[in-house]
C-alpha cells in the first residue's frame, strides 16, 4: 500500500477533507505500522543506559526522518493543501527533561538506534516534568507543565514491578517510547508509580512532598530546598534504580542469562550520579539469588560505566547515610559493605565512599565498582585526571578515558533546518548523512559566492521564520535584520548570562551617549533557573527588566533589544539555532563539561564566541583561529586562583569603569522602578564581593572581542566563509560518532 492510501486508511477519510488533529493521529498510527515492519531482533548483549531526564523533544518529524519518509509525507500533504509543519504542532513536547544532560541522553537514543546497536533507555515517567517557566513581574514563575494527552506517544505496559522502602512498598508501571532510528527500533522504558496523584500539586512547587505514594513521579528534579524534598529525591532515584535493576535482571534472564554471566548479557550506562544506586541494588538482588557477596560485586564491577558530566561540587551527589537508612536500610546495608571493602585497600579518607560525616559519595561508588569512568570532552576528561579525580586515576588509569559528546544530526539539521540540509544535499550530495565527517567536501566551495550568498539568504529565512515565532509566541516584534547574539541553554552562573547582560547595559548607555553600533543588535535568551537557585532566578530578572526598559526605550530599541524566550524547551530551539548568527559559549574556563549547544549552533552556521572550555577547545582546533572568536583565562589559571584563594572580585568593580557602570546600573532608579529592589541589590551584591565563576577577570577581552565579532559581521561574505567553516567540521561532533566510540571501547554490544 503506498504512504497517500496508508495514510489515508488510517485517518478514515481523504487527506484534503481531514482537520490538522485527524492528520497527526492519522500520521501517528501510520508511523507505528510502519516502524513494527523494520527487523529487529534481540542480541545477546544489551546495553541499558540509565539517566534522570531524557529531554526528547517531539518526535514525529524524527521518526519521519528516520523512517525514510519525511519527504515524501510532506509532498502528499502539501499536495493536497497540508501543511507537515502545522500538523507537528499539534504534538505535545515531552517534559520528562532540563537542559544538557537530557538532550545528550535523548540524542544518544537516537544514534543507538540508528547505528543499529541493541540498547534502551531507562529512566522515570514524569508527568508535570521539570516545570512550566511564567514570566510575571519580569520574573520566573513555576507552574506545572502537564503534557501526556491522547495524542500521547506513551504506550502502557502490563509489566509491574514492587520497590521496597523502609515505610512503603511501591508498585510501579512501565510505559515505553519508541525510539525509532534508522536502523531500527529501540524503547525508551520510562516507570511511573500506581498511585500518582496528580490533584495534590496546585503548581510545581505547592504540593505535599512527604506524600510519597502520591507525588514520586510528579516532577522531575523537585526544590530540594528542604529535608522533605532531598528525601523526595533519594526516593526518586531509588524508585528508579530498582525498576532498572528488576527489568535488566528479568530481560537478561528470558535472553538466556544467569546470574554468573550476566555481565555477558547487559551493560549499564550510568548518565551521571543520579542512578548511581544501581550499583548496590544489583548487588542486593543478586545476593537475595543466591550469588555470594564477591561474585556479585565482580559481576556489577563488569556491568556498569559512570559517565561524568561535571565538577561542580553541588552536581556529585551526596546523600547522608542516616537519610538512606531511613528510607531504603538495606541499600545502606550493601553501600557499607562496599566502603568497608575499599577501606581495607585504601587509607586515603578522600576515596572512601561514606565520609567522616557519614556523606556517601555516589560518584565515588561509581568509580570503585564500575570498570570505566568518561569525561564529555578532552579538556573535561583531562581535568578529571590531572585534579579532580586524580587520587582515582592513580589508582584505576584503565579505568579512565574520554568520550566527546555528541548530537543528533538528524534533529538538529534535517527536522529543524531544512532549507540548509536540502542546499548541502545540493552542493555534496546525502552520503554525508551516513558519515558525517563527509560535510567537510563543504570546504571546496569557500570561495564560491554563489554558495556563500546563499548561506546568508538562508539564514536570513530562517531569522524571519523566528521572528514570525516570536512574536506568534509572545506577541514581540523583532528586527530580522539585526545581528542575533544567541544565548541558549540552564540559568546558571558559572554559564554566566551574568556577563552577557553587563555587556548588553554597556551597549545600551553608550547608545544613550549617542554610540551607535553599526547594525542593531538581538540578544537572544533562553533559560530556566532551578526554582530553589536564588541567584540564578535574580539573573533572570535582570534580563526581564533590561528587556522591559530597553523595548519601551523608543530610540534606544531601533539599535539594541533582548528577547528571553519563556520557557525555553528543545522546540524553542529548534526555531533559534536555525537563525543565531552568535553563538555565547562563555562559561568560566573548567566549568563547563562539554557543552552540546555549541555543536548545534556550529553545525547550523552560528559562530562561536567562547572561552577556552569543554567542547569548545574541540571546536577551536577543527576550525582553526579565523573562524572562532575565543577569549578569556585558562583553564588552568581558574583553577589556580581557586586553589589560592586569591580572586576578590572588588578589585576590577573598583578599577575597571566599564564594570563599575554596568554593575553600578543594576540597581539605578530606573532598574528599582522597574523590578524587585531586593532581587536588584542581591545581585549586584553578589557580583561585587563574591563573583564565584569569576565574571570580572574575563569582561574586558569579551567585550572587546565581540566588539570585533560584530564588526567582522559587516563583510558578509567573509562571515559566509566562516559559517561555512563551522559547518563542514561539525560531523566530529555527530552523536552516532559518540555512540560508536562508546560501544567500541566500553558497551561492546
Known amino acids: 500500500m503506498n504512504l497517500s492510501k496508508r495514510l489515508e486508511k488510517n485517518c478514515g477519510k481523504l487527506i484534503f477533507d481531514c482537520t490538522d488533529e485527524e492528520l497527526f493521529s492519522g500520521i501517528l498510527k501510520t508511523v507505528n505500522e510502519l516502524k513494527e515492519e523494520k527487523k529487529c531482533e534481540e542480541k545477546k548483549r544489551k546495553l541499558y543506559y540509565i539517566s534522570a531526564e531524557f529531554l526528547i523533544g517531539k518526535l514525529l518529524e524524527c521518526n519521519l526522518i528516520n523512517l525514510g519518509i519525511y519527504d515524501e509525507l510532506k509532498k502528499i500533504l502539501s499536495d493536497n493543501g497540508k501543511d507537515l509543519s502545522k500538523i507537528t504542532e499539534v504534538e505535545n513536547e515531552p517534559s520528562l527533561g532540563n537542559g544538557g544532560l537530557g538532550r545528550l541522553a535523548a540524542c544518544f537514543m537516537d544514534s543507538v538506534a540508528s547505528t543499529g546497536l541493541f540498547g534502551d533507555g531507562v529512566g522515570l515517567l514524569y508527568h508535570f516534568g521539570l516545570f512550566r517557566q511564567v514570566f510575571k513581574g519580569n520574573k520566573q514563575h513555576e507552574e506545572k507543565n502537564p503534557w501526556m494527552d491522547k495524542n500521547s506517544i506513551l504506550t502502557k505496559t502490563d509489566i509491574t514491578y514492587k520497590t521496597e522502602f523502609k515505610d512503603t512498598t511501591l508498585t510501579s508501571r512501565l510505559y515505553t517510547i519508541d525510539v525509532i532510528g534508522r536502523k531500527r527500533t529501540n524503547k525508551l522504558n ?17 504540593f505535599d512532598k512527604t506524600d510519597i505514594k502520591k507525588n514520586l513521579t510528579l516532577f522531575l528534579y523537585p526544590d530540594d530546598s528542604d529535608e522533605a524534598g532531598k528525601r523526595l529525591r533519594l526516593y526518586q532515584e531509588y524508585f528508579m534504580a530498582s525498576n532498572a535493576a528488576q527489568l535488566i535482571l528479568e530481560e537478561s534472564r528470558r535472553r538466556g542469562a544467569t546470574p554468573e554471566n550476566l555481565a555477558e548479557y547487559a551493560v549499564i550506562q550510568i548518565n551521571d550520579t543520579h542512578p548511581s544506586f544501581i550499583i548496590p541494588e544489583l548487588i542486593r538482588l543478586l545476593c537475595e539469588s543466591g550469588v555470594s557477596m564477591d561474585n556479585a560485586i565482580e559481576t556489577v564491577r563488569k556491568m556498569c560505566a559512570y559517565t561524568n558530566h561535571t565538577i561542580l561540587s553541588e552536581a556529585l551527589e551526596k546523600w547522608h547515610s542516616d537519610t538512606i537508612t531511613a528510607i531504603v536500610p538495606q541499600i545502606m546495608d550493601i553501600i557499607k559493605e562496599l566502603d568497608k571493602r575499599v577501606r581495607a585497600e585504601y587509607q586515603d579518607e578522600s576515596l572512601h565512599i561514606i565520609d567522616t560525616n557519614s556523606l556517601v559519595h555516589m560518584a565515588r561508588m561509581d568509580i570503585h565498582y564500575g570498570f570505566s569512568v568518561n569525561g564529555v570532552a578532552s579538556l573535561h576528561t583531562r581535568i578529571l585526571k590531572e585534579t579532580e579525580l586524580n587520587n582515582f586515576y592513580q589508582i584505576y588509569p584503565e579505568k579512565f578515558n574520554n568520550k566527546t559528546n555528541g548530537i543528533s544530526f538528524r534533529r538538529w539539521l534535517e527536522a529543524s533546518n531544512p532549507r540548509l540540509d536540502e542546499f548541502i544535499v545540493s552542493l555534496i550530495g546525502d552520503k554525508f548523512k551516513n558519515d558525517y565527517t563527509r560535510l567537510k567536501d563543504l570546504e571546496k566551495f569557500s570561495n564560491d559566492k554563489e554558495v ?202 573598583e578599577k575597571d569603569k566599564r564594570i563599575n557602570e554596568a554593575v553600578e546600573y543594576i540597581t539605578c532608579n530606573k532598574m528599582m522602578e522597574t523590578g524587585d529592589k531586593e532581587s536588584l541589590k542581591r545581585l549586584q551584591n553578589e557580583l561585587i564581593n563574591k563573583d564565584y565563576f569569576m565574571t570580572f577577570p574575563d569582561f574586558a577581552d569579551y567585550s572587546t572581542t565581540k566588539d570585533r565579532m560584530i564588526s567582522d559581521y559587516e563583510n558578509r561574505l567573509e562571515w559566509a566563509e566562516k559559517m561555512l567553516f563551522n559547518i563542514a567540521n561539525a560531523g566530529y561532533f555527530s552523536s552516532d560518532r559518540t555512540v560508536a566510540e562508546y560501544n567500541k571501547d566500553i558497551w561492546k554490544i
Open 190 to 206: 520510562l516507570f511511573d508509580v500506581e498511585t500518582v496523584d496528580e490533584s495534590i500539586a496546585e503548581d510545581a512547587t505547592d
Open 452 to 653: 556563500l550568498q546563499k548561506l546568508l539568504e538562508i539564514k536570513s529565512a530562517n531569522k524571519v521564520g523566528l521572528c514570525g515565532y516570536i512574536n506568534e509566541k509572545q506577541n514581540r516584534n523583532i528586527n530580522p535584520d539585526s545581528v542575533f547574539d544567541v544565548q541558549i541553554k540552564r540559568l546558571h552562573e558559572y554559564k554566566r548570562q551574568q556577563m552577557n547582560a553587563l555587556y548588553i547595559i554597556n551597549k545600551y548607555l553608550d547608545i544613550k551617549r549617542g554610540i551607535l553600533p553599526k547594525r542593531p543588535i538581538t540578544a537572544i535568551f533562553g533559560a530556566k533557573a532551578a526554582p530553589a537557585y536564588t541567584i540564578a532566578k535574580d539573573i533572570i530578572h535582570l534580563l526581564l527588566c533590561l528587556e522591559d526598559i530597553i523595548s519601551h526605550d523608543e530610540h534606544a530599541s531601533e539599535y539594541i533589544n533582548i528577547f528571553v524566550a519563556e520557557n525555553y524547551n528543545v522546540s524553542w530551539a529548534e526555531k533559534i539555532i536555525p537563525a543565531a548568527d552568535i553563538s555565547e559559549q562563555i562559561s568560566l574556563a573548567s566549568k563547563e563539561a562539554s557543552g552540546t549547544g555549541n555543536m548545534k549552533l556550529m553545525l547550523n552556521g552560528a559562530l562561536t564566541l567562547g572561552t577556552h572550555d569543554g567542547a569548545n577547545v574541540e571546536i577551536h582546533s577543527l576550525v582553526g583561529d579565523d573562524n572562532i572568536y575565543t577569549f578569556g583565562d585558562s583553564s588552568d589559571l581558574v583553577i589556580s586562583r581557586y586553589k589560592k584563594g586569591s580572586y576578590k572580585p572588588s578589585e576590577y568593580y
